[in-house]
């Protein structure tokens, strides 16, 4: 009996080395399996993340232009702004000296028209040609005429 209990339990015990085996390749398998995911997981995380800096990348890219756009349309507003008070205040001192010039001019009994002429014509010569200041030509020459009774 010795011999078959020798040989009974190397039949378990061989028995027991196959389920061992078995349970091993098993657990290999599975382990090869969840590498495999890993590795998906981990790639995909990858992708993910870089596609997250690429987006915030061009959220920032797209919010400096924003931004510089709206600093330029707020200088241009600011430029234009300016433009139109000194084109106003050009057209304003032009009426001044068509005034001033008219005032100059009155006699005792009329306006000496040759006199208010001569200063119109130096402020006009004497108004710039080009920037706001040039709008002080077209002020000089309307209210000018204005003054002096002559038809547009």
Not at 51 to 77: N, S
């Amino acid at each position: 009996m010795d011999v078959t209990a020798d040989q009974t339990l190397a039949q378990e015990l061989l028995k027991d080395l196959r389920e061992t085996q078995i349970k091993l390749e098993a657990a290999r398998t599975e382990a090869a399996s969840l590498k495999v995911l890993l590795a998906l997981r981990t790639h995909q995380h990858d992708q993910a993340w870089q596609d997250g800096r690429r987006l915030a990348a061009a959220l920032e890219d797209a919010e400096a232009r924003t931004k510089a756009a709206t600093e330029q349309d707020a200088a241009r507003e600011n430029t234009a702004s300016a433009e139109a008070v000194a084109m106003a205040d050009e057209r304003t001192e032009a009426v001044r000296t068509v005034l001033s010039a008219v005032l100059a001019s009155i006699g005792q009994r009329a306006l000496d028209r040759r006199r208010f002429q001569e200063m119109i014509a130096r402020a006009g010569r004497e108004a710039p040609d080009q920037g706001p200041g040039a709008a002080r030509h077209a002020v000089l020459l309307t209210e000018a005429r204005r003054v002096l009774g002559i038809a547009e």
